[in-house]
């Protein structure tokens, strides 16, 4: 038996499955500074090739899949056209507050959001609701899926979860592409 990896160990399932008794639900979210109304990582008790196994998921919006997609295109771009380009760092100064950023961090900065206003309006870009399943992962099985919501809450994820090891999970293939809202810019 694979006791390597503690997401399959019948200790760790036992104690989730017993703290998820107790707090009435399907999943434990875990706390990360990353969650929002668009990602949220939970746990939770699946099957796995006949054996019950901790699910490490990481479920998200497909608009913020399509954000990231966009933006990591856009990072591409700019380090082929700035050779020196290894990322904008923002730092903050002893008080909390941004520190200006250099003339080319500003230039990249801006070149980026150009090529993602191009993305956007040609939508170059494209995505669909997925599934991705990692059993290579260090806790459990690492879960990534993105669906087609408006917000991750914790209904969806309940529904999520329930299809899930359920199989009766649709994902819809349509190919989306999305706009940036004028308050994100």
């Known amino acids: 038996m694979q006791l390597a990896n503690p997401g399959f160990d019948p200790t760790k399932i036992e104690e989730l499955q017993a703290e998820l008794k107790k707090s009435g639900k ?3 979210v875990v706390p990360d500074p990353g969650n929002s109304e668009e990602f949220v990582n ?5 099957m796995f090739e006949g054996k019950p196994v901790i699910y490490d998921a990481a479920l998200y919006t497909l608009r913020l899949h399509h954000s990231s997609e966009v933006y990591e295109l856009a990072e591409h771009e700019a380090a082929k056209k700035f ?3 290894k990322g904008i760092n923002y730092e903050e100064d002893e008080e909390g507050n941004l520190k200006p950023l250099s003339s080319e961090e500003e230039e990249i900065g801006w070149f980026i959001t150009e090529i993602i206003m191009e993305l956007e309006d040609e939508e170059a870009v494209k995505v669909q ?5 990692d059993t290579n992962h260090d ?3 690492g879960l990534d899926a993105a669906l087609n919501v408006e917000e991750i809450n914790e209904k969806v994820i309940k529904k999520f979860v329930q ?3 359920d199989d009766t999970l ?3 293939e349509t190919m989306y592409s999305f706009q940036t809202e004028e308050d994100e810019i």
């Open 83 to 85: 050779p020196n380009f």
């Open 26 to 28: 399907t999943f434990k």
């Open 42 to 46: 939970f746990l939770f008790i699946g």
């Open 163 to 165: 299809e899930f090891n």
């Open 129 to 133: 609701e997925f599934v991705d399943i």
């Open 139 to 141: 806790f459990g099985i």
């Open 170 to 172: 649709v994902l819809d």
